[in-house]
């Protein structure tokens, strides 16, 4: 009878141990579960609250292949690495991609000012320096794209 009762505890005993080993296991899957969610939903509301809009873009008057952008923040959230954007601009059907870059001369987009946060409500002007001399006549698209993938496009023609 005290060896029935002996196994029995011993049995109990380890019964929880193995429960609670795998109820650990399982927590900490949960919460590795749950910071991912997280991560996830972060950047999707992060995608939400951004937007950006081109009210306005120009030939340089004074230059020949110069282009000057307007770009506005028009989101809840603040663009904080504006560096990190893409530009593209060009003819419609051969838009290219062009590299932020504020010491070369052609083939690159750069601020006026530069800002290390673009706020809600902030406008920045960028500058694009093609290496063709002088745009020819013709329809052009720019397309701003911020670092989350949020962009805006915008369509003028220079004549």
């Known amino acids: 009878m005290a060896s029935g009762v002996m196994t029995e505890a011993i049995l109990i005993i380890a ?6 080993s795998v109820a650990g296991i399982v927590m ?3 919460g590795s579960f749950e910071s991912t969610f997280t991560a996830t939903s972060e950047s999707q509301k992060n995608i939400m609250l951004t937007k950006l809009t081109i009210p306005y873009a120009i030939k340089n008057a004074t230059s020949t292949n110069i282009v000057e952008v307007w770009v ?3 989101g809840i959230d603040p663009v ?3 560096t990190s954007m893409d530009v593209y601009f060009g003819p419609i059907g051969s838009v290219k991609r062009y590299q932020y870059d504020t010491s070369a001369i052609d083939d690159t987009w750069k601020f006026k000012t530069l800002p290390t946060i ?3 409500t902030d406008a920045v002007q960028i500058r694009i320096t093609e290496s063709n001399p002088g745009l020819s006549a013709g329809t052009y698209m720019i397309r701003i794209t911020a670092p ?3 962009y805006s496009d915008y369509i003028f023609s220079i004549s």
């Open 118 to 120: 673009i706020q809600k």
């Open 148 to 150: 989350n993938g949020v």
């Open 28 to 30: 900490s899957k949960v």
């Open 72 to 74: 506005k923040n028009v």
């Open 15 to 20: 019964s929880i141990v193995v429960a609670t």
């Open 80 to 82: 904080t690495n504006p």
